[in-house]
């Protein structure tokens, strides 16, 4: 299967208890890594700086990841955060931002009978062009975070509603978003109620995660609570949401069966968060024993 990943390649500085780290990041980083696992090809579809490290271009592409189509950008730098952990909380910083992808970027052809994951991190893949990639895709999954982000004067990330994340909503075949952030566009309501109202916006399958407490996940017919997968200890939880979103993806294009895909999405995940950056993330058959206790715990509603 090919999965091609819309969104900025972006630089992390990441904070934890006053240890401080730079690291690759975005969901089309996490999301590669993700496919690779689960025997999925990886395009991502991106902008950077001159600013941009090269080794992590290699690392990338030595790992599989094809970046034929990150475009070098001579006028803007690559984006960046910093990301400040207290906890289960975080505080996110925008640092710099690179340009918006459009849809002269996005190798059109290519993306027809595939999986494409739209995965903006501050709104830089317009709806225009999700609309774009939907009309070829096999499956188009979008994650809400890029579309829900505003930038206050000092520099931090708040979630706002904006008309841009009902668009995306009614294009996409499966939506991600953290219950945070469905609040965002849907106001205060219960968990599996955000889910619901985006498949009534045109969403095929909505995600709403909702960190150590698991997550729901509803269709036209149906919702479901998908209990977290047990994990040894927690080391990272960056990149977890990205993770559910395209383990979820390839394993519902593959079996159709949204509780099975959800299932793998969770035991993926309680790996991910198990080590830093990307080094948690498991081989599909590896999954397998969390995968059944998952299962055996998913509730319908």
């Not at 999301?31 to 991106?46: Q, T």
């Not at 690392?59 to 910093?82: A, C, E, M, Q, W």
């Not at 294009?253 to 793998?264: F, H, I, Q, V, W």
Request: with cysteine; aromatic share 6%.
């Amino acid at each position: 299967m090919d999965v091609f990943l819309l969104g900025h390649l972006v630089v992390d500085t990441i904070v934890v208890k006053g240890n401080v780290k730079k690291s690759l990041g975005g969901t089309a980083t996490y999301g590669s890594f993700a496919a690779l696992k689960h025997r999925a090809r990886p395009h991502v579809v991106s902008k950077i700086g001159l600013d941009f490290p090269d080794e992590y271009l290699m690392f990338l592409s030595r790992s599989g990841v094809d970046i034929s189509h990150v475009t070098v950008s001579k006028d803007l730098p690559t984006t960046k955060f910093k990301l400040v952990y207290e906890g289960e909380n975080r505080v996110l910083y925008l640092l710099s931002r690179c340009e918006d992808i459009l849809a002269g970027d996005v190798p059109l052809e290519k993306v027809r009978g595939s999986l494409v994951v739209v995965g903006p991190l501050i709104g830089e893949v317009p709806p225009d062009v999700v609309q774009e990639v939907s009309e070829r895709a096999a499956l188009t999954a979008s994650d809400l975070q890029g579309y829900v982000r505003s930038v206050d004067e000092k520099r931090r990330v708040l979630l706002t509603a904006k008309p841009e994340a009902r668009l995306v909503i009614a294009l996409s075949d499966v939506v991600h978003a953290e219950v945070s952030e469905a609040k965002a566009v849907y106001g205060e309501a219960e968990p599996w109620k955000l889910a619901e109202k985006m498949v009534k916006d045109g969403a095929g399958i909505a995600l709403v995660t909702l960190g150590s407490a698991g997550a729901y996940v509803a269709t036209s017919q149906k919702v479901y609570y998908v209990p977290p997968a047990e994990t040894a200890k927690i080391v990272d939880r960056t990149g977890a949401g990205d993770v559910f979103t395209v383990v979820f993806s390839i394993e519902y294009l593959n079996s159709g069966d949204a509780r099975e895909a959800a299932a793998y999405a969770a035991a993926a995940v309680s790996y991910l968060i198990e080590k830093p950056g990307v080094n948690g993330l498991r081989e599909r058959w590896e999954l397998t024993h969390r995968v059944k206790r998952v299962l055996a715990g998913i509730k319908e509603l």
